[in-house]
């Protein structure tokens, strides 16, 4: 298995990692062949093609086989092995293609300039047109890290029969790669989304409907040339139909829809869990409003909600949901004042940021204490969206909801909760997703997972997994699914703020009613494990 971010460990947040990890334990578990996971290496922070201070964490377990090792020394790059579990890892620092000098067609040239060669004497890629560009940067580390999963995977066939399964347009020129030269292996890949469908966002359903296959302006074209590269695999599958008819639209490529899914480790509840994660998010939330702003709350009247994302403001509906907020305020002001329910102040943590950031430069107060200074391009875009509807922290006193950026990748020590992914989750009284564009949206199912109900947009793929488990088992809960490509802005809005609205009340007033929702989105986790779409993976890669 290949992808950009494969590795024994990530620091971002969700994505293609967390597929290909999710896949290789669970083939591992179903297959006697050997699983070998194949990525870049990112030695140092600023490796990496773009500032988001990636570095990988190779710590392994255990040494991989000699034969492993040895197709790995044949690529001619620097690399490291391991092994985790029965999974094996092999990741590759592609930046020495930079400097390493080769000779290829009767001249000396950086590998990576005969790299860009070859991939235009096989495929026409034309790199001179993308290597000065604003992306240029990444796609030739993407060309580079194709070549050498290529190569790895021509060496592996002296032990055998090998087959290769790429998730992601970054390695799909591995596949034009080997196809062209006729090696004998056989072929998967797997759109996530597409470049296009990312760059128009809500707007590629209305192409779809028209049947309209031009592009936007100002498309990254050289890595949508990567991207079409998958018309070279054998099979081709999407996570979502929305995914495969976008493929089918702009590239004439199509395939099979096998869904992404979670691997749920718990078989009950883990309301202890649920707790004590809701009382650490309080505890720390009130301790720092109280140090920091001078506002003093009790506990029990904080309800968390949070939001999880990469850092893309339209795509992931974030102007959608700091409206949805204000209705949310609304409504519980008034429900408040009218003596319906006590005083309450729902946070809404916005979990997203444009790298990582050492703890040691963020402020004691974090998250509660936000300086501008600490922030970074839309990191800084999002708090003033904040502030402009007056949902920060510095507006809690007149509001019953407050929006809180967290631009940070969560974990044990990241300066603010100190907590992991799966604990916000837990600990929270629901998640908000109302993506504008969206694959699939695993971190919905993730939050599922830890008993955490969600409300969802229709835009995600993800969305159409559930209706079908309606349709089939019955299951209804825990789920809120918003409309937000055929109705109007402020239906969807209202729609958004309601469905958190119907997730809170519950808490407040319907303990019962409460915890069957937490129930039913646990079961919807559970029904939607990783064992089908793995098995499926499995039966074409064997064939």
């Given at each position: 298995m290949a992808g950009e971010e494969a590795g024994p460990k990530s620091n971002k947040l969700g994505g293609v990692w967390n597929v290909i990890d999710a896949e290789a334990k669970k083939m591992a578990e179903i297959a006697s062949e050997e699983i070998i996971v194949v990525g870049p290496y990112f030695e140092r922070l600023g490796q990496d093609w773009s500032p988001k201070n990636r570095i990988t964490h190779a710590e392994f377990d255990d040494a991989v086989g000699s034969a492993i090792d040895e197709a790995a020394k044949r690529v001619g790059l620097p690399y490291v092995t391991g092994k985790i579990g029965k999974v094996n890892y092999v990741l590759f620092n592609v930046e020495h293609c930079l400097g390493r000098i080769v000779r290829y067609d009767n001249q000396d040239m950086r590998l990576s300039d005969a790299v860009k060669a070859e991939a235009y004497r096989l495929v026409g890629l034309d790199s001179l047109r993308y290597e000065a560009t604003s992306y240029g940067r990444e796609y030739t580390h993407y060309l580079n890290l194709s070549y050498a999963v290529s190569e790895f995977t021509k060496a592996l066939l002296d032990s055998g029969k090998v087959s290769l399964h790429c998730h992601e347009y970054p390695v799909f020129y591995a596949i034009a790669r080997l196809e062209k030269l006729k090696i004998p292996v056989k072929t998967v890949a797997t759109f996530h989304a597409t470049k296009i469908g990312r760059a128009l966002g809500v707007g590629v359903f209305d192409k779809i409907r028209r049947g309209d296959p031009t592009y936007p302006p100002n498309i990254q074209h050289g890595l949508v040339e990567l991207e079409k590269l998958a018309k070279y695999a054998e099979t081709v599958t999407f996570v979502s139909e929305g995914?495969?008819?976008?493929?089918?639209?702009?590239?004439?490529?199509?395939?099979?829809?096998?869904?992404?899914?979670?691997?749920?480790?718990?078989?009950?509840?883990?309301?202890?869990?649920?707790?004590?994660?809701?009382?650490?998010?309080?505890?720390?939330?009130?301790?720092?409003?109280?140090?920091?702003?001078?506002?003093?709350?009790?506990?029990?009247?904080?309800?968390?909600?949070?939001?999880?994302?990469?850092?893309?403001?339209?795509?992931?509906?974030?102007?959608?949901?700091?409206?949805?907020?204000?209705?949310?305020?609304?409504?519980?002001?008034?429900?408040?004042?009218?003596?319906?329910?006590?005083?309450?102040?729902?946070?809404?943590?916005?979990?997203?940021?444009?790298?990582?950031?050492?703890?040691?430069?963020?402020?004691?107060?974090?998250?509660?204490?936000?300086?501008?200074?600490?922030?970074?391009?839309?990191?800084?875009?999002?708090?003033?969206?904040?502030?402009?509807?007056?949902?920060?922290?510095?507006?809690?006193?007149?509001?019953?909801?407050?929006?809180?950026?967290?631009?940070?990748?969560?974990?044990?020590?990241?300066?603010?909760?100190?907590?992991?992914?799966?604990?916000?989750?837990?600990?929270?009284?629901?998640?908000?997703?109302?993506?504008?564009?969206?694959?699939?949206?695993?971190?919905?199912?993730?939050?599922?997972?830890?008993?955490?109900?969600?409300?969802?947009?229709?835009?995600?793929?993800?969305?159409?997994?559930?209706?079908?488990?309606?349709?089939?088992?019955?299951?209804?809960?825990?789920?809120?699914?918003?409309?937000?490509?055929?109705?109007?802005?402020?239906?969807?809005?209202?729609?958004?703020?309601?469905?958190?609205?119907?997730?809170?009340?519950?808490?407040?007033?319907?303990?019962?009613?409460?915890?069957?929702?937490?129930?039913?989105?646990?079961?919807?986790?559970?029904?939607?494990?990783?064992?089908?779409?793995?098995?499926?993976?499995?039966?074409?890669?064997?064939?």
């Open positions: 995914t495969r008819a976008e493929a089918k639209l702009f590239y004439g490529i199509d395939g099979l829809v096998i869904r992404n899914g979670i691997e749920v480790t718990n078989e009950i509840i883990d309301w202890e869990k649920k707790t004590e994660c809701l009382n650490r998010i309080r505890s720390t939330i009130v301790s720092r409003l109280s140090r920091y702003n001078g506002i003093e709350l009790e506990e029990e009247q904080i309800i968390p909600i949070y939001t999880i994302s990469r850092l893309e403001l339209e795509n992931k509906g974030y102007p959608d949901l700091m409206d949805a907020l204000v209705i949310l305020d609304r409504i519980l002001t008034n429900r408040i004042e009218n003596g319906e329910i006590e005083e309450v102040k729902v946070f809404c943590l916005l979990i997203t940021a444009f790298g990582y950031k050492d703890p040691s430069t963020l402020p004691e107060g974090f998250p509660v204490e936000l300086p501008d200074e600490i922030l970074v391009g839309d990191e800084l875009r999002l708090k003033k969206m904040v502030e402009k509807r007056k949902i920060d922290v510095g507006n809690l006193k007149k509001r019953a909801v407050c929006a809180m950026p967290y631009p940070q990748w969560v974990g044990r020590n990241d300066g603010g909760f100190g907590m992991t992914i799966d604990e916000i989750a837990a600990g929270c009284v629901a998640g908000i997703f109302p993506s504008r564009y969206e694959p699939f949206l695993l971190t919905a199912l993730e939050a599922c997972s830890e008993a955490c109900p969600v409300v969802i947009s229709r835009a995600c793929g993800f969305s159409g997994a559930v209706k079908e488990l309606q349709r089939r088992k019955g299951i209804f809960g825990g789920v809120i699914l918003v409309d937000n490509i055929e109705q109007s802005y402020l239906e969807t809005i209202t729609d958004y703020a309601f469905g958190l609205h119907i997730i809170i009340d519950a808490l407040l007033r319907d303990r019962a009613k409460d915890k069957m929702m937490c129930s039913t989105a646990f079961v919807l986790a559970n029904e939607m494990s990783w064992d089908e779409p793995v098995g499926m993976y499995y039966e074409i890669l064997r064939e």
